[in-house]
């Protein structure tokens, strides 16, 4: 509310000598992912769907994996064995040649680095949220084959409230927008005028189009949708 009662301050402020600059925009998520398995498999679980709530580290779905457990637990117990005799030698380091201490030490280390392997093998079965968001598209169902050479999306994920509108204005006043800009505008369909602050502008206009770009912060507005609206400056006397 205290953000909102300032942006209208700063408005008001501004009405009598603004200059107001068209643009258009459309709705973004702030934070947006494709997700993505890194390795390939048939699809054995799925653990979420659209409109779902996910939090950082939250599991989204699983390939069938239960080789690579198997492995683990092999690997697990070599490393064990590896460990004890590679601590038997050292009691004994004072009697024993050091060629065979440090061959002791290597197997123990490589039995160390196989675990580190089969586990990081195990986690590219499993596909966890980046961050907290909402699914906004699924793409996979269980029985599904996905492959690790060309990887295609599982999910969508995004901010459940934070929104960006990405605007679009001619270049022509690339030196007038600022950061800290009001921005008044319109969603579209609607009649509600609703009110932000230009936060980025892009270092680079369009060679196409001529146009340059910004962003407006904002929240809970339906990702996808566009509008119009007015950048407002200070006129000439006031800079």
Do not use: C
């Amino acid at each position: 509310m205290k953000k909102q009662l300032l942006t209208l301050l700063l408005l008001v402020t501004l009405s009598l000598h603004a200059e107001r600059i068209y643009a258009t925009f459309d709705i973004h998520a702030y934070q947006s992912a494709n997700l993505a398995f890194s390795a390939g498999g048939i699809i054995r679980e799925v653990q979420t769907d659209i409109s779902m709530l996910v939090k950082k580290g939250d599991i989204l779905a699983t390939l069938n994996n239960d080789d690579l457990k198997a492995k683990f637990q092999i690997t697990k117990i070599a490393m064990a064995h590896a460990k004890a005799d590679y601590e038997r030698q050292l009691l004994a380091k004072k009697v024993i040649q050091k060629s065979k201490l440090d061959l002791y030490k290597f197997q123990y280390d490589n039995a160390k680095a196989q675990v580190d392997y089969i586990q990081s093998l195990l986690d590219r079965t499993i596909l966890t949220a980046p961050f907290d968001g909402i699914i906004s598209a699924k793409m996979i169902e269980v029985g599904d084959v996905v492959s690790g050479m060309a990887p295609r999306t599982a999910f969508s994920l995004q901010s459940e409230h934070k929104r960006k509108l990405v605007l679009t204005f001619d270049q022509k006043y690339w030196h007038r927008v600022q950061t800290g800009n009001a921005f008044e505008y319109m969603i579209d369909g609607e009649k509600k005028t609703h009110h932000g602050v230009i936060t980025k502008i892009y270092p680079k206009a369009d060679t196409k189009t001529r146009k340059m770009t910004a962003e407006v912060y904002t929240e809970d507005l339906i990702v996808g949708l566009f509008g119009t609206g007015t950048i407002i400056t200070p006129g000439e006397g006031e800079k």
